[in-house]
T-cell receptor, first 115, second 113 residues
Framework: AQTVTQSQPEMSVQEAETVTLSCTYD???????LFWYKQPPSRQMILVIR??????QNATENRFSVNFQKAAKSFSLKISDSQLGDAAMYFC????????????FGTGTSLTVIP | NAGVTQTPKFQVLKTGQSMTLQCAQD?????MSWYRQDPGMGLRLIHYSVGAGITDQGEVPNGYNVSRSTTEDFPLRLLSAAPSQTSVYFC????????????FGEGSRLTVL
């Protein structure tokens, strides 16, 4: 089974600064999808960004971007110009393109934004 | 467009009681699933369904039953609740295409005393 590892249980960043959240994964597949989800205190799971493994270009969504290193099986999330509303738990997730149905989630990184 | 609706949002049970967590989606998604979220463990898949009449087990299925009689509904049943089932439960749905965006419900916090 695939595993997703987030080695940073907690991170903090000053407002307006940049922070990078780490994620590594283990898989024998070559085609898959990677995701970052945000979970604020409301518990709602919100999709932040998605990366398709067969695309070399790193995905970006406004202030959020990823550094996808396929050979290293690394998928980090960079948040630029951090805002107070970015404070949340962030989960990295893997989804196979072949089976397509099951998500594998990391254990999460709790991000604090300091005013 | 209601998206994914879970009920109840909070529930307290005594050991041995049974209950059903309801999940409904109005997006005609084929794929629906249930996850549980525990501190320090991320989300783990309990059961999933790829269409009406088809269900399968995920990573942590013991103690839970599901059924999928319609495309819209995917209830999760606890037949005899145990304290180990105290958790936050999420229902999710998507089209079966792997890249399709997954929609999550708001979560249900269950406490078993």
């Amino acid at each position: 089974a695939q595993t997703v590892t987030q080695s940073q249980p907690e991170m903090s960043v000053q407002e307006a600064e940049t922070v990078t959240l780490s994620c590594t994964y283990d898989t024998s597949e070559s085609d898959y999808y990677l995701f970052w989800y945000k979970q604020p205190p409301s518990r709602q799971m919100i999709l932040v960004i998605r990366q398709e493994a067969y695309k070399q270009q790193n995905a970006t969504e406004n202030r959020f971007s990823v550094n996808f290193q396929k050979a290293a099986k690394s998928f980090s999330l960079k948040i630029s110009d951090s805002q107070l509303g970015d404070a949340a738990m962030y989960f990295c997730a893997y989804r196979s393109r072949n089976t397509g149905n099951q998500f594998y989630f990391g254990t999460g990184t709790s991000l604090t934004v300091i005013p | 467009n209601a998206g994914v609706t879970q009920t109840p949002k909070f529930q307290v049970l005594k050991t041995g009681q049974s209950m059903t967590l309801q999940c409904a989606q109005d997006m005609n998604h084929e794929y629906m699933s249930w996850y549980r979220q525990d501190p320090g463990m991320g989300l783990r898949l309990i059961h999933y369904s790829v269409g009406a009449g088809i269900t399968d087990q995920g990573e942590v299925p013991n103690g839970y039953n599901v059924s999928r009689s319609t495309t819209e509904d995917f209830p999760l049943r606890l037949l005899s609740a145990a304290p180990s089932q105290t958790s936050v439960y999420f229902c999710a749905s998507s089209y079966s295409v792997p890249s399709g965006r997954v929609f999550f419900g708001e979560g249900s916090r269950l406490t078993v005393l």
